[in-house]
Structures are given as C-alpha cells and as structure tokens.
C-alpha cells in the first residue's frame, strides 16, 4: 500500500536526485544528456527525473532493440516526458551482435555470453552518441541490480551517472508511483530484454520484494546472513540471494590493481 508517509520520502527523494543531476551537469559545464530507453520501469524513471533536471531539448534518449524487440513503452515515456521526436534516435542492434556472435562462434543456446555482447553493443551506441554530442550517459541502474552483480560490466552498467544506484527496486516503484509513471509500465515484469521472454526475477530465481528485504538487512544493516530471519522468505531464499551477492561480489572490486 502507498500511503503518504511513503509519498513524503519519495519526493524528498526525487527532490534530491533531481538536485544531484542539476549539481553534476553545472560542474562539468555540459549540457546534453544520452540514456538508452527500455521502456522498463528503472529507465522511465531515470529519463523522467532527467527531464524535470534539464532542458528537455538537450535530452537524446535511445532505443536499442533487438530484432523484433517491442519498444512501445520506451517510446511511451519519451512521448509522456515530452521529449522531441527528433531528439529520439532507434537503432537495431541485430545485425551487429549476430555477426559477433557468428565470429565468435557463440552459440543461440548461450544467452547469458549473448546477452552480454547485446549489452555491451548497446553501449558502444550510446556511448558514440554522447561523443557527438558531447554529452553525459546516464545509466539506470538501481541498488538491488548492483549487489546482485545483476548487471554486464563495460555494457548496461557503463554510465557518467547513476541517478538510481542508491534506490533498492522497489523504492524505485515508489519513486516510479510518485512521478505518475504509465501504469503499462509500472505493471510490466522487470525484464533486461536480453532474449525472448526473458524476465529478472525467473533468472534471479526470487522476486525484488525478497531480494530487498534481504539487501538491507546485508548490506545496510551489515548483519551476517545466519541472523537475518524475514517473515515469509525461507532461510533457503536467503541464502540463496546471499550467494548471489558473493558470488559478483568481484564485480564490484574489479579492475583488480597493484
């Protein structure tokens, strides 16, 4: 239930981030701003908070598909942020990561290897665009994805700045609620589109609203994870979120360095 106290917090939220964006763009003296667009609930929210930081003609969001991937929603929140058509730019990135993966003889069966060259590709575009633009990415990651090493380092989780990375997934519902977000889109499952029908919590193996809980109580609250007892999650699903984090923990410290 999304009661007032919660809206109060997530405005002081929004208030912050939007701070935080005006403050970063001011500092390094730039003016544009390029996010690749999903059309997933965290992307909507980054390119919304973006809009109420900036200029909205000095914003370029993109849009990556796949083949036949569906970007309606993406072109949804562009259109509900009142971004220019000609400032939104749709790229298909079939071609390039097929020959990839043809070269590199990865097989239709690997979609974890395939998902990462899709990711990275599409950083490849965005990160082009920006150069032209001379302009900063911003990325949307939130805090559950980073913990969870739920990310593809040098691709989605590339970015000049990370509006989200201090909002859990579900506090970014929240702040999803608030902003009046298109209800198509705060419904859809969580997915990083990376093949068909793909969604994060079938891959995770458990949803956002446990592996949340879990996270605070780890990482916030810095208990160890043989005392975290959460009504309604199995000790099992709690080991089982804790061994996703150690296990990308090395995300998190890599380039290793002397």
């Not at 400032?87 to 020959?99: F, G, P, R, S």
């Not at 302009?135 to 090493?149: D, I, M, P, R």
Request: hydrophobic letters at 40%.
């Amino acid at each position: 239930m999304y009661n007032v106290d919660m809206a109060n917090k997530s405005k002081q939220k929004i208030e912050k981030i939007i701070e935080f964006i005006e403050n970063t763009w001011a500092k390094q003296s730039m003016q544009y701003a390029v996010i690749g667009v999903s059309g997933g609930i965290d992307s909507a929210v980054s390119l919304s908070l973006l809009a109420r930081s900036l200029p909205k003609q000095n914003i370029f969001p993109v849009l990556l598909p796949y083949g036949r991937q569906n970007m309606d929603d993406a072109k949804t929140i562009c259109v509900w942020n009142s971004i220019s058509q000609e400032n939104l730019i749709e790229l298909n990135i079939k071609k390039v990561v097929d020959t990839i993966c043809s070269q590199r003889n990865i097989p239709s069966s690997d979609k974890v290897r395939r998902g990462n060259v899709m990711a990275r590709v599409r950083m490849i575009f965005v990160y082009d665009l920006a150069k032209a633009k001379n302009a900063l990415v911003c990325g949307t990651e939130n805090k559950s994805e980073h913990y969870l090493g739920y990310f593809t380092r040098f691709g989605d989780a590339a970015s000049d700045i990370e509006p989200l990375i201090s909002l859990y997934k579900t506090q970014v519902r929240d702040l999803a609620l608030e902003l009046g977000i298109p209800q198509q889109i705060l419904t859809k499952h969580p997915s990083a589109g990376l093949w068909s029908e793909q969604t994060d919590e079938d891959e995770l193996g458990f949803t956002y609203e446990q592996a949340d809980q879990v996270l605070t109580e780890l990482i916030d609250k810095k208990k160890k994870v043989d005392s975290i007892v959460i009504e309604k999650i199995s000790p099992e699903t709690i080991q089982r979120i804790n061994a996703r984090v150690q296990s990308n923990r090395f995300k998190l410290e890599v380039p290793y360095t002397i």
